[in-house]
């Protein structure tokens, strides 16, 4: 085994705090690598708040890795020392179930998958992910981090990026669709950003107009303020897709009328209480809610090539890990663009 200095939550109202924590030793299958930067995802708060339930305190949270291989186990064949890799938000599952065999592991029936962090790996041990140094994962659970991108614009594509990219491609987003993305927050503007890479038509619903600039300028063709009663009477029944990537709860009602008929609302965000689904808004125009979560491994790696292809990178601020906690106010209040990411450097020496 050995230690690295981590970031860690020890309760839902304590600030994170430096830690150690050991990694496993580098087994057959598994991929060691230096974790070089760490995306913050909003999943990480509700996690450390114990908004989804207690968590195994303590957490170290982050599962948008990006890093380079030191070493490798006798049998791995997909990765050398040296090459850039990138973990997201899962490190194993069952390999046998029907999802696991058709490549969607986050949908694994057995065992589901097993989480980055706030789980518990194969050797009974709890997981903890990339706010640290380094770590062990085995290899079939790695991704190729395209020599294009940067490490640190890298790290929230494996989540933020796969999350968006995943819906655009099931729910079919290309050229002649309209596609809304709610929230233009770390999810929200990968969805704008891969959704016209895509070839869709992309509308921002927000909270106000403060950030109509960037979205404008991050590829969106029209861009509403949801506080504005008018907006949902202007854009009613105009939407192929909605992708909702609101962490809040939001009255679904208002938005189900901006479908058009037999469309789909995807919800992303992963609020702290049920949604509630109005019977009307969505029968009358047989519209379907709908979830998706993350994206399988192989879709993943579609996912980074995709971005390599088509030039698609996050918007990213780069913070010190003293910084946490201060970044997590600040996503709290919607301040952020559009995703910290931590540079480990500090954590690895
Ligand atoms: P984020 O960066 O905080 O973005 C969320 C955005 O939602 C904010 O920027 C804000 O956008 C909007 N928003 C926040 N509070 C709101 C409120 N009270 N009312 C209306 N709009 C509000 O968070 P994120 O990292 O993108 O994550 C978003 C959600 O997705 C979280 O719940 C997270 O856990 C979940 N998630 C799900 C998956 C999945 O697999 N399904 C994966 C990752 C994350 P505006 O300022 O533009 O209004
Ligand atoms: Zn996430
Ligand atoms: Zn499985």
């Not at 518990?120 to 991108?149: F, H, W």
């Not at 579609?302 to 913070?319: G, K, N, Q, T, Y």
């Not at 600040?330 to 931590?342: E, G, K, Q």
Request: hydrophobic share 40%.
């Amino acid at each position: 085994m050995t230690t690295v200095s981590a970031y860690a939550a020890t309760s839902a109202t304590e600030p994170l705090t430096k830690t150690t924590i050991t990694r496993r030793d580098v087994g057959p299958h598994d991929v060691a690598f230096d974790i070089h930067f760490a995306g913050i995802c909003h999943s990480d708060i509700h996690t450390v708040k114990a908004e989804w339930g207690q968590p195994n305190y303590p957490v170290v949270p982050g599962h948008e890795i990006a890093g380079i291989v030191t070493e490798v186990g006798s049998e791995v064949t997909k990765y050398q020392v040296g090459d850039h890799v990138g973990v997201g938000c899962f490190v194993d599952s069952c390999r046998d179930c029907d999802s696991c065999r058709a490549g969607l592991e986050q949908y694994c029936t057995n065992t589901g998958m097993v989480g980055t962090y706030n789980a518990v790996g194969r050797d009974g041990e709890p997981t903890q992910g990339g706010y640290s140094g380094a770590i062990v994962v085995d290899e079939n659970y790695v991704l190729r981090i395209p020599d294009s991108i940067p490490l640190d614009a890298a790290a929230p594509l494996l989540c933020a990026g796969i999350t968006l990219f995943s819906p655009l491609r099931n729910w079919d987003a290309g050229p002649g669709k309209k596609v809304a993305v709610i929230g233009l927050g770390g999810l929200g503007h990968m969805g704008v950003k891969l959704a016209k890479a895509m070839g869709a038509e992309v509308t921002v619903l927000s909270q106000s107009l403060k950030k109509m600039e960037d979205g404008l300028r991050l590829g969106a063709d029209e861009y509403y303020a949801t506080s504005d009663p008018d907006t949902f009477a202007k854009l009613a029944g105009q939407f192929d897709l909605i992708l909702n990537t609101v962490s809040a709860n939001l009255e679904l009602g208002a938005y189900l009328g901006l479908l058009k008929r037999d469309g789909t609302l995807v919800e992303l965000g992963a609020p702290e209480h049920p949604l509630e689904v109005p019977f009307f808004p969505l029968a009358a125009m047989r519209r379907s809610v709908a979830g998706s979560m993350i994206g399988g491994i192989a879709e993943t790696q579609e996912m980074l090539d995709f971005c390599a292809e088509h030039d698609v990178r996050p918007e990213i601020e780069v913070i010190e890990p003293d910084y946490i906690n201060e970044a997590y106010e600040r996503v709290l209040a919607s301040d952020v663009r559009y995703r910290f990411v931590i540079d480990t450097a500090s954590l690895r020496s």
